[in-house]
Structures are given as C-alpha cells and as structure tokens.
Nanobody, 124 residues
Framework: QVQLVESGGGLVQAGGSLRLSCAASGRTFNSDAVGWFRQAPGKEREPICTISRSGFSTYYADSAKGRFTISRDNAKNTVYLQMNSLKPEDTAVYYC?????????????????WGQGTQVTVSS
C-alpha cells in the first residue's frame, strides 16, 4: 500500500509559478511510476505528465509542455510538479497517482494509488 499526499496548491496570478509536492508513505516509493492529473469543475480528469520510477523518463501532455516540469527525489519519497507561466485555464484540483510499474501511463485506470488532491487557482 502506498499513501500519497499532495501539497503546494494555492491561489496565484496568471504568469506566476507554483511547485506541487506528492509525498508517499507506506512503502519504498522508488518501485512506482507516478503521474500528475488534474480535474477542473465540470470536466473529466486529465493527465498532465508522468515520470518513471527511476526518474529518467518523463512525458508531458501538450498542455504542460514547456511550462511544467515533473521530477522526483526517491530518497525523500517525493515527486514534484513545477508549474511556471500559469494560466487561468490551469485552475483545477491536481492529483498525483502511483502505479507499480517502471513507467507511467496516461490512463487513469492504470493507477492503483491516488492522493486527495490539491487545489490550484490561477486568477487573471
């Protein structure tokens, strides 16, 4: 079992930055690939980016390319999402998820473990 807790969300102006953290507990985190997802009001949950369990492979959705960076520190059992140049359309609840597989996936059903989410609000 892996427990995930997101933090770092908040209110920021357009063009600003936030860094989200996903802290894992329950077992060694370096056996899991991790993905970040987000869900805006009235919309389906969508993938943002993934990182392999080694940290060497990352993938980004078009909405995140060039603005967001995913990274991990397995010694700290934490995955990060650095978000720059934020836009109002980035407003959503952001979730991290873990799967016991070397690499990540954009399919929600591939992830067994989810955090509770952290709210990100970008004002114009």
């Amino acid at each position: 079992q892996v427990q995930l807790v997101e933090s770092g969300g908040g209110l920021v102006q357009a063009g600003g930055s936030l860094r989200l953290s996903c802290a894992a507990s329950g077992r060694t985190f370096n056996s899991d690939a991790v993905g970040w997802f987000r869900q805006a009001p009235g919309k389906e949950r969508e993938p943002i980016c993934t990182i392999s369990r080694s940290g060497f492979s990352t993938y980004y959705a078009d909405s995140a390319k060039g603005r967001f960076t995913i990274s991990r520190d397995n010694a700290k059992n934490t995955v990060y999402l650095q978000m720059n140049s934020l836009k109002p359309e980035d407003t959503a609840v952001y979730y991290c998820a873990a799967r016991s597989w070397p690499v990540g996936s954009y399919r929600i059903s591939d992830y067994a473990y989810w955090g509770q989410g952290t709210q990100v609000t970008v004002s114009s």
